[in-house]
């Protein structure tokens, strides 16, 4: 090779940086094989469960050795590599008890029956047919806000997916429930007090 002019050292180095480059790109997918493995193994996240990733909440779909598809809520799949998934923290909905608990926030105007807001708040969550009676549903008075006295409606549910749905449904009828009892949802507001008028 080298009496028709080709050095050898070139094509050695050129080899070299080549292998170097191979190396580089399958350091990521052997890694992923293994975190395949160890999932496939280990059962942390099986296919059906209901899983929360920075990607957001979706259904496992199916794990290979290299990557796994979810599919979220909005019927989306993304295919997520399996180190990613090994390496980062994630909420298994199904590992985690049969219900879980979410909350609803609501402010309602200074001067209301308090009392008589949270008996609204309950009253809507037993009404609602996905929010399970025990443990029963409760409210904390969480804050005196800006505008408002604020609220917070916690239940326990089953639902997981669908579970924005059940919540968005709570608070129409929170809204309504409060327009029926009077009780007003102030909107943000602040007094301006001008002590000297500009010439």
Known sequence: IESIGISLKLVWGGLAALLVGIGFGLQNVFSDLVAGIILLFERSIEVGDTVELNEGIGLVKKISLRT?????????????????????????????????????????????????????????????AYVIDRPAPFVRFIDF?????????LFWSQVLITIEDVKSDL?????????????????????????????
């Open 68 to 128: 796994s598809e979810v599919e979220l809520r909005d019927s989306r799949i993304i295919v997520v590599p399996n180190s990613n998934i090994i390496d980062s923290a994630f909420i298994n909905w199904d590992k985690n008890q049969k219900l879980t608990r979410f909350r609803v926030q609501v402010g309602v105007a200074y001067g209301s029956d308090v009392d008589q807001v949270r008996e609204v708040l309950i009253q809507v969550a037993k009404n609602n």
């Open 171 to 199: 608070r129409f009828d929170i809204y309504k429930s409060l327009a029926e009892n009077n009780i007003k949802i102030p909107f943000p507001q602040r007094d301006l007090w001008i002590k000297e008028w500009p010439n």
């Open 145 to 153: 806000g800006e505008s408002s006295l604020v609220f917070e409606l």
